[in-house]
């Protein structure tokens, strides 16, 4: 199986871009880090805030997957056509895989660039694929670096001039997919809205009030 198949078969017309939460009526949009503001007073990071973002996205990770279950760990890479030509998959994995033999798995697919841009035809998304278990992969680090997309902290992913990577946790044993688009929110939708109804239930808080409405229909509630 590769993701492509299970998408369609699972999470039909879904495509694997930021937004998924958006794209299917049975999901959570979660709002990270509170009240508090990534920068203090004079200037320096709040890592107060940062550390809540960690905490909230480990939390809703472990709430929705267990160390046995089935996965495919996906990284959309976007690059300059011609300008950029190495593939830098390592730099993605490398340093979040547990068994480094997994790098021999990985599967790509090359996609059009996905977002509005003028020279948008100029660029392009590769994105990578590896089927593994969730305890095969330093699931802490990668929350980590997908929080800390647009700050000097480190973990941080290897990608390119363009754009920042994006990470997809899509858990084939749940049919559940989940993603945090930096530190401020993250996303989850699932194929039967009992599989994050408690999820909902238990972080309510954490929710946005504009957003619940949309929610809680898509749920059921």
């Known amino acids: 199986m590769n993701i492509s198949d299970y998408l369609k078969e699972r999470f039909s017309n879904l495509e694997l871009v930021p937004s998924i939460y958006y794209q299917w009526d ?3 949009h979660f709002s990270l880090g509170g009240d508090i503001y990534q920068f203090k007073e004079n200037d320096e990071l709040n890592l107060e805030r940062f550390r809540l973002v960690y905490k909230q996205t480990f939390t809703l990770f472990n709430e929705m997957f267990e160390q046995n279950d089935d996965l495919f760990l996906v990284t959309n890479v976007y690059k300059h ?3 950029e ?3 830098r998959k390592l730099k993605v994995y490398k340093p979040f ?7 021999n798995r990985i599967q790509v697919k090359t996609y059009p660039y996905p977002f509005e841009l003028n020279d948008a035809d100029e ?3 590769q994105q990578f694929s590896l089927l593994c278990k969730i305890k095969d992969i330093r699931v802490n680090e990668l929350l980590k670096a997908a929080s800390n997309e647009d700050f000097p902290l480190k973990p941080k992913f290897g990608g390119y001039s363009i754009d920042y990577p994006d990470v997809f946790f899509v858990n084939i044993t749940k049919d559940i997919i989940f993603f945090v688009y930096d530190d401020r929110g993250c996303e989850v939708i699932a194929r039967k809205a009992e599989q994050i109804l408690s999820l909902y239930e ?5 929710v946005d009030e504009v957003d619940k409405k949309r929610i ?3 749920l059921g509630r």
């Open 85 to 87: 030509k190495l593939t």
């Open 216 to 218: 809680e229909e898509g």
């Open 202 to 206: 238990k972080y309510n808080d954490w």
């Open 97 to 103: 895989l547990k068994d480094k033999s997994h790098l």
């Open 123 to 125: 660029y392009e998304m």
């Open 81 to 83: 056509k011609t300008k």
């Open 26 to 28: 049975i999901g959570i």
